[in-house]
């Protein structure tokens, strides 16, 4: 299996409180992306990432913000926590963007009360 | 209308047949990806595919460039493959859009 951590696995939270989710990888992959999964929307991108320093936005980026100041490392995060960003969060990677292999990590569960 | 469809979103089977999971999309695409994800647990890709057929075990992912779509294919189905199949395409670009899921159950 691709070496590929989600930290926390899970995280209760209050509405309006900082949040941090971290991705670390030991694949050297280039490309990593933060997703949402929510019943009835599926999978969508929040952030992704093409490189150290390099970032764009997904589909649902609003209310989040990302850094990659290391090629392991891919952080996501809720700068001030909203009742609507309690989801699983999925950190994914690939050497070749959406063109090759993904690589998931096993999900981050958040509750925001 | 949603970029990705997939059909059926829930399908029910018995052990030992054969399943069809279906996936159209609507815009170009670069690659097509299937997904497996248990209840409860994290993400596998199956296939990633750009044209013709793909194999694996007892699974096989076809893909139509011109009719804009792609099927996943399940033999001999058993009842640890119950999950959700999730198809996703790569637009041109590094992002993909994703599919609802099918959520499949076989019994025993």
């Known amino acids: 299996d691709a070496g590929i951590t989600q930290s926390p696995r899970h995280k209760v939270t209050e509405t309006g409180t900082p949040v941090t989710l971290r991705c670390h990888q030991t694949?050297?992959?280039?490309?990593m992306y933060w997703y949402r999964q929510d019943p009835g929307h599926g999978l969508r991108l929040i952030h992704y990432?093409?490189?150290?320093?390099?970032?764009d936005k997904g589909e649902v980026s609003d209310g989040y913000s990302v850094s990659r100041s290391k090629t392991e490392d891919f952080l996501l995060t809720l700068e001030s926590a909203t009742s609507s960003q309690t989801s699983v969060y999925f950190c994914a990677i690939s050497d070749s963007g959406a063109n090759g292999p993904l690589h998931f990590g096993n999900g981050t569960r958040l509750t925001v009360t | 209308k949603n970029e990705v469809e997939q059909s059926p979103q829930n399908l029910t089977a018995q052990e030992g047949e054969f399943i069809t999971i279906n996936c159209s999309y609507s815009?170009?695409?670069?690659?097509l990806h299937w997904l497996q994800q248990h209840p409860g647990g994290g993400i596998v890709s199956l296939f990633m595919?750009?044209?013709g057929k793909k194999k694996h075990g007892r699974l096989i992912a076809t893909i139509n460039i011109q009719e804009k779509h792609s099927s996943l294919h399940i033999t001999a189905s058993h009842p640890r493959d119950s999950a959700v199949y999730i198809c996703?395409?790569?637009?041109?670009?590094?992002?993909?859009?994703f599919g609802a899921g099918t959520i499949l159950r076989v019994k025993s």
């Open positions: 815009v170009g695409i670069s690659a």
């Open positions: 990432s093409y490189g150290v320093k390099d970032t």
């Open positions: 996703a395409v790569a637009r041109y670009g590094n992002k993909l859009v």
């Open positions: 595919l750009s044209s």
């Open positions: 694949e050297n992959h280039r490309y």
